[in-house]
């Protein structure tokens, strides 16, 4: 089993620019979550995704839309990015709530 | 939303040293994760605690939920330089339109000296 797969690992955007993170498990868990991680902040929910279909809101959405378009994927997207953007972006899944969350490898992000 | 306060923020030790770090709540947690991340890789389950005054052991790792499941630590003794890396503590929150979100606190980041 592959887990959780995130592409790209590394992307340079500009600012302004769009673009979309993806995730796929291949574990068939329910729940689905993106990250950013930034020095001395932690990790830091942005979206969720409870099931197919679902999405809600983390701690810092703004800026940011997912999607939820079946029970493997969760994508997040960048419509219009800026340098505060610029962190490291991880996505994660867990068979239900209160478990335990299997995440990805990580994106580096810099937007310039 | 539910909130977890993670100390310290940072904690050097020498090899050998033992290491604790503490996760408090202002409400009562229905349970309480630990992950560890090492530098430049991802988070990593380690356990996962229910019960109040749960204790649970990982060779030299001993994790405690409080009495009151409103505070949790992870304890390390003997520390080894793979010990390295960022532990955190994770919450889902519990009712209501948060449900289910796994909110993580701000880490501790552990160096050892050799």
């Known amino acids: 089993n592959a887990g959780v797969t995130q592409t790209p690992k590394f992307q340079v955007l500009k600012t302004g620019q769009s673009m979309t993170l993806q995730c796929a498990q291949d574990?068939?868990?329910?729940?689905m979550y993106w990250y950013r991680q930034d020095p001395g902040m932690g990790l830091r929910l942005i979206y969720y995704?409870?099931?197919?279909?679902?999405?809600d809101k983390g701690e810092v959405p703004n800026g940011y839309n997912v999607s939820r378009l079946n029970k493997r994927e969760f994508s997040l997207r960048l419509e219009s990015a800026a340098p505060s953007q610029t962190s490291v972006y991880f996505c994660a899944s867990s068979e239900r709530d209160n478990t335990e969350a299997f995440f990805g490898q990580g994106t580096r992000l810099t937007v310039v | 939303g539910q909130q977890v306060m993670q100390i310290p923020q940072y904690q050097h030790v020498q090899e050998g040293e033992d290491f604790t770090t503490y996760c408090n709540s202002s409400?009562?947690?229905?349970?309480i994760q630990w992950y560890k991340q090492r530098p430049g890789g991802h988070p990593v389950f380690l356990i996962q605690?229910?019960?109040?005054?749960e204790v649970k052991k990982q060779k030299r790792l001993t994790f405690q939920f409080g009495e009151a499941k409103k505070n949790s630590s992870l304890h390390i003794t003997a520390t080894q330089t793979t010990d390295v890396g960022t532990y955190f503590c994770a919450v889902a929150n519990a009712g209501g339109t948060s449900y289910g979100k796994l909110t993580f606190g701000q880490g501790t980041i552990l160096t050892v000296h050799p």
């Open positions: 574990m068939n868990h329910n729940s």
């Open positions: 605690l229910v019960k109040s005054g």
């Open positions: 409400t009562t947690l229905s349970n």
């Open positions: 995704s409870a099931s197919e279909g679902t999405t």
